[in-house]
């Protein structure tokens, strides 16, 4: 039994090593968040449950950013404020590290993370290619925002980690997100998964795919790799266009065929499973 535990952990590590690189600046000190009994919300949160996940918030996390740019103002603020053509990976990471921050940590670490992002989306202003103005912290422009990564992270949790969860356990789900929602500005704000699906119904007329929009995918989801290390990461960049609603598919361009859609539900599956293993 001892040798059986020393060779999981020789195989377990390496797996924990790469995760931790994946979501931490390693290199500039950066650490994984840790829990408290002092979190914004408890221990047994729905919101606990689903951001506990890697695998499948990785997915949701993908599926969400692409979902975001649909929006000519979302896509601005990305294209004129930041420099995600060379740190595209440093913008998905410090997203994640806030929704750690805003789940897990105690709550004076997880109010400064709000405060620290709504400072910069003070200073995020500018217009469209049309002439209109935009903020960044615009009520509703922060609500799309919000529910895109609200049935983003909620939808890959029920594909890849817990596909029985109750009605009752994915408005909870979304309701605690409102918490987080409201402390950032945004609005209308979903408290459960009928108003969140309303919201994004009634979000879609205002929803455009052009030039920018194809440039900043093709940067999200990186440059097909046939290396074995990278399958893990090219399956969730499979899995998160697969999760998305048919129509946003459509606009992007993108799809996943239905001899391709199985086996990348299947991988996408079998890296979660063992992502939760190794975590154990």
Do not use: C
């Not at 410090?94 to 750690?100: G, H, K, L, Q």
């Not at 086996?263 to 996408?268: D, F, I, Q």
């Amino acid at each position: 039994m001892a040798h059986r535990s020393r060779l999981a952990d020789r195989v377990k590590t390496p797996i924990r090593r790469q995760v931790i690189r994946l979501f931490n600046d390693v290199d500039r000190g950066e650490a994984p968040v840790q829990r408290s009994d002092q979190a914004l919300f408890h221990p047994d949160s729905v919101i606990w449950r689903v951001h506990g996940d890697v695998g499948s918030m990785m997915v949701g996390g993908v599926a969400s950013l692409l979902m975001q740019m649909l929006h000519p103002a979302v896509l601005a603020g990305v294209w004129d404020h930041s420099n995600f053509r060379a740190d595209m990976h440093g913008r998905l990471r410090r997203t994640a590290r806030f929704i750690a921050k805003t789940t897990y940590a105690d709550r004076a670490i997880a109010q400064a993370a709000i405060d620290h992002v709504r400072a910069i989306h003070g200073r995020v202003t500018g217009r469209l290619p049309d002439g209109t103005p935009y903020r960044a912290d615009d009520p509703a422009l922060l609500a799309w925002v919000h529910v895109t990564e609200t049935t983003s992270f909620l939808a890959a949790w029920v594909r890849y980690g817990e596909p029985l969860m109750s009605a009752a356990d994915k408005d909870r789900y979304v309701a605690d997100m409102a918490v987080i929602g409201e402390a950032m500005g945004a609005d209308p704000l979903p408290r459960t998964l009928a108003q969140a699906r309303g919201i994004i119904q009634a979000m879609r007329p205002a929803l455009r795919a052009d030039a920018r929009t194809i440039e900043v995918a093709r940067l999200v989801l990186g440059r097909p790799s046939l290396r074995a290390r990278d399958l893990p990461q090219r399956l969730a960049m499979e899995a998160a266009i697969d999760l998305l609603p048919d129509w946003a598919q459509r606009m992007h361009g993108l799809s996943t065929s239905a001899i391709e859609r199985p086996l990348v539900r299947a991988g996408t599956f079998g890296v979660a499973q063992t992502l939760r293993w190794a975590f154990r």
